[in-house]
């Protein structure tokens, strides 16, 4: 018999009910995206690991607060990037953000060493512009090109307007733009352009 996978506002209504075994679908089915959440934000796996097991400890303690005609997801990633900035002030810590697309910039193994080494230096200059974000800028960032959400859903994650959104994302490219030209990485500057 084929058992047909439950949506999560079906798991969270079950939830809501004092259903654990409801969490914890939701928790194999999303575990990983908040994971690296997380990761991204702080850089810290550790941290990373304990803000995971919190932000489900949250989904079951607030399930109630949970609109059933909203997505799931977002209120999800909405409390894990609060869970995250909280714990992050709490211990007035400052993290390196993007790790994920630095990954992704990785060049192919087949490549010379001069391009190895270049693409090297690529990586370490984003990650130095992305560092140089503000908060509100950098988080805009993550969520957008990390975790592929859109504006809207960005929008219902950090309880802001879409406008806001929008707005943050377009200065935020704005200064990585600028911040990569300052140092004439030309390739690097294009894939700015291009993922803009």
């Known amino acids: 018999m084929v058992t047909v996978p439950q949506d999560d506002a079906s798991l969270m209504e079950q939830v809501q009910h004092g259903n654990v075994d409801a969490l914890g679908k939701l928790y194999r089915r999303h575990k990983s995206r908040v994971y690296r959440t997380a990761l991204a934000i702080t850089h810290d796996e550790s941290l990373s690991e304990d803000i995971l097991q919190e932000t489900f400890v949250r989904v079951f303690k607030y399930a109630d607060s949970f609109d ?21 002030n709490r211990a007035k810590r400052w993290v390196h953000f993007f790790q994920g697309v630095l990954e992704r910039l990785r060049m192919p193994a087949w490549l010379n060493p001069e391009a ?78 291009e993922v803009a």
């Open 68 to 88: 059933e005609t909203q997505p799931f997801e977002p209120w999800l990633y909405r409390m894990t990037v609060n869970l995250t900035y909280s714990w992050l």
């Open 116 to 193: 190895m080494i270049e693409s090297r230096e690529q990586k370490n200059l984003l990650q130095r512009a992305v560092n140089g974000l503000s908060d509100a800028h950098r988080a805009i960032v993550v969520l957008y090109y990390l975790e592929d959400l859109s504006v809207g859903e960005i929008a219902y994650t950090l309880d802001i307007p879409e406008g806001t959104v929008k707005s943050r994302l377009y200065y935020a490219r704005k200064k990585l733009r600028k911040a990569i030209t300052d140092h004439d990485y030309e390739l690097l500057s294009e894939v700015i352009y």
